[in-house]
């Protein structure tokens, strides 16, 4: 008995599984390629996909969250691995011994009338005599500038869209963020927006108070506005550095920079390492019909010396030729050093990483591959952007413990009310978090934030710029408008339990712009239009927007093209427009025609609304 015993005990350590290495997928593999690393059929892949409710072939892109639970249904610990995170500046250890100082990153944001070209030139004129400073302006987008025996590096980019854009890439480039705010204007919309960018981006920031030489100049008033938005200055007992600056006399500016070294040193002093090989960021690039693609790159780690081989973003090339942000020829760039180099392959993104290689052969062979991987990861985790319609799936599997939110609305007051419901309602156990708000319609801007953010956009009585809608559309942002606003309330609650009915879908059909009206006693406002885009049709719902907000949603009553009724009129031509039971339409008003369409729910759909509630 005792035999048998030791028998079974034998047979149990023998069929208990070993445990088995992590494995590692390259995002974007196909079924092929997953079926391999996890050591089973291809066959077997599909019939898994299948019970997940999704059909798949042998060579088709398999998203992140598929493969991962691929993973979960196999009992396999997969890593999965980008192919930005092959040129990943931050994972390299350093030793402590190799660190020296470095300059740190400033980028400078704010309003556009605010001055911050003007205080990014007051800034670079310190540094260049006077007569020379108008003549920089093929500036590289990014120099530096001494203080106190110190370096800074100033990063010139188009204000905080690019900043954003680089963030959504997964570029953390900035050690310091300075918003700028006209001390006669006040705090604006933009301004607002700025320090949100980087708030989301969890970078420092201080507020630079510009035009204090102006007339109604009241930078207190700067100061009180900030303060009711949490940015409190630090000597009324806040976090936040403001300096006062007139970068038109050139007032304030040294105090200014003291400061960005004073914020940049509040945890640690920057440092970086100039013995490894370069690695770092494209800040911008442009193709010169003379020279062939020209990159700005801020190096972030190591020295980038001419001759060296580089890989940056998809393409590749040795360094013929390096420039420093005054134009001068140099050898070698360190860490926080910006550098203008000539011959790579092709034009890089801002915000793409870049490091050196050993051979050109090497290089080419990283940039294929990563061109290959980069279009697959796109095409695989398309579906990846947050939206309301799948929220509750997202949870329910653990893939989301935070909703950021974007509001954007007609008026102010508005805004407030509809962030003070959102904020009121009960949180589960996914947090709601308001990461931006402001007045006007949904700008590039937005989209922009909620991509790196993975952020979904909530408009009340606006509509989405067509650019925004565009982009939204390539980004996978979801962009929901309301009229009601205890309706974008419902649809959030109902979103986080899982009961939200995605069964109502708008159609754009066409837009036209009212360029004259005309009055008849016997059917009211006729809207003289033109049609911009798509098709306005007889019958169909039309909404009425004046300055980006909606004035009226109807029905399109009547359509009229010379003297004739007709059902629809195309782009590009010219036709009157008569609202049902709607007169009061003005020159420069935009007609939207739409269409409301049913569509059926998907047994996922129904399943997670049961088990919702």
């Known amino acids: 008995r005792g035999g048998g015993r030791q028998a079974q005990e034998q047979s149990a350590q023998a069929a208990a599984p070993a445990r088995r290495p992590v494995v590692e997928i390259p995002s974007g593999a196909n079924v092929k390629e997953v079926s391999e690393a996890l050591e089973v059929s291809s066959a077997q892949i599909i019939k898994l996909m299948m019970g997940l409710g999704e059909m798949v072939t042998l060579t088709q892109s398999l998203s992140n969250e598929a493969i991962e639970l691929l993973a979960a249904e196999l009992e396999r610990e997969v890593s999965i691995t980008s192919a930005e995170d092959e040129l990943e500046v931050e994972t390299f250890e350093d030793d402590p011994a190799d660190l020296v100082p470095r300059a740190p990153v400033v980028t400078v944001m704010g309003h556009v009338d605010h001055g911050k070209t003007s205080l990014l030139d007051s800034i670079r004129s310190t540094e260049v005599a006077a007569g020379e400073a108008g003549g920089i302006t093929q500036h590289i987008g990014a120099y530096q500038v001494h203080h106190d025996g110190r370096e800074i590096t100033f990063l010139d980019t188009p204000g905080h869209e690019a900043f954003t854009a680089m963030r959504a890439r997964g570029a953390k480039i900035t050690d310091v963020a300075v918003i700028v705010v006209a001390a006669d204007d006040g705090v604006m919309p933009q301004t607002i927006e700025a320090i949100d960018h980087a708030r989301a981006a969890e970078v420092p920031f201080m507020v630079a108070v510009n035009k204090i030489d102006k007339e109604g100049a009241n930078p207190d008033r700067v100061r009180q506005e900030l303060s009711q938005r949490e940015v409190i200055p630090s000597d009324w007992g806040g976090t936040h550095e403001f300096v006062n600056v007139s970068a038109k006399q050139g007032d304030g500016i040294e105090s200014l920079l003291e400061t960005v070294l004073l914020v940049a040193d509040a945890d640690a002093e920057p ?305 009157g427009i008569l609202l049902e039971d709607y007169n009061d339409i003005k020159d420069g008003d935009v007609i939207e025609a739409f269409d409301l369409r049913e569509v059926a729910r998907t047994a996922q759909h129904s399943e997670a609304a049961s088990d919702g509630e």
Do not use: W
């Open 271 to 575: 440092t970086g390492n100039p013995s490894a090989e370069g690695s770092g960021t494209v800040i911008e690039s442009r193709l010169d019909p003379g020279r062939g693609p020209i990159c700005t790159l801020l190096v972030q780690r190591g020295t980038l010396r001419v001759g060296d081989v580089i890989l940056a973003g998809e393409h590749y090339g040795r360094v013929r030729a390096m420039n420093g942000f005054s134009g001068e020829p140099i050898d070698s760039a360190g860490p926080s050093v910006p550098a203008e180099i000539l011959g790579l392959s092709g034009v890089p993104d801002a915000g793409d990483r870049f490091r050196v290689f050993q051979s050109e052969r090497e290089a080419r062979q990283r940039a294929m591959e990563r061109s290959q991987r980069l279009r697959a990861e796109e095409l695989a985790n398309r579906q990846a952007p947050v939206s309301l319609d799948d929220l509750f799936d997202r949870i329910r599997e653990g893939g989301l413990k935070e909703l950021n939110i974007i509001v954007k609305g007609d008026v102010q007051g508005s805004v407030g009310a509809l962030v003070d419901a959102l904020n009121k309602m009960e949180q589960t156990e996914v947090r709601l978090r308001i990461i931006h708000t402001g007045v006007g319609a949904v700008t590039e801007s937005d989209v922009n934030l909620a991509s790196a953010s993975q952020a979904i956009i909530i408009g009340f009585n606006v509509r989405p710029r067509p650019e925004a809608k565009v982009l939204a559309e390539r980004e996978g942002v979801d962009i929901r408008t309301y009229r009601v606003i205890y309706r974008a309330i419902e649809d959030v609650r109902d979103a986080l339990v899982g009961l939200l009915e995605p069964d109502i879908v708008e159609e754009t059909l066409g837009t036209a712009e009212v360029r004259a009206t005309f009055r008849s006693s016997r059917l009211g406002t006729i809207a003289g239009c033109y049609v911009t885009e798509g098709t306005m049709r007889r019958g169909s719902n039309a909404r009425l927007l004046r300055d980006d907000t909606v004035v009226h949603e109807g029905k399109i009553g009547s359509i009229r093209r010379v003297n004739d009724d007709v059902r629809e009129v195309s782009q590009g031509f010219e036709c």
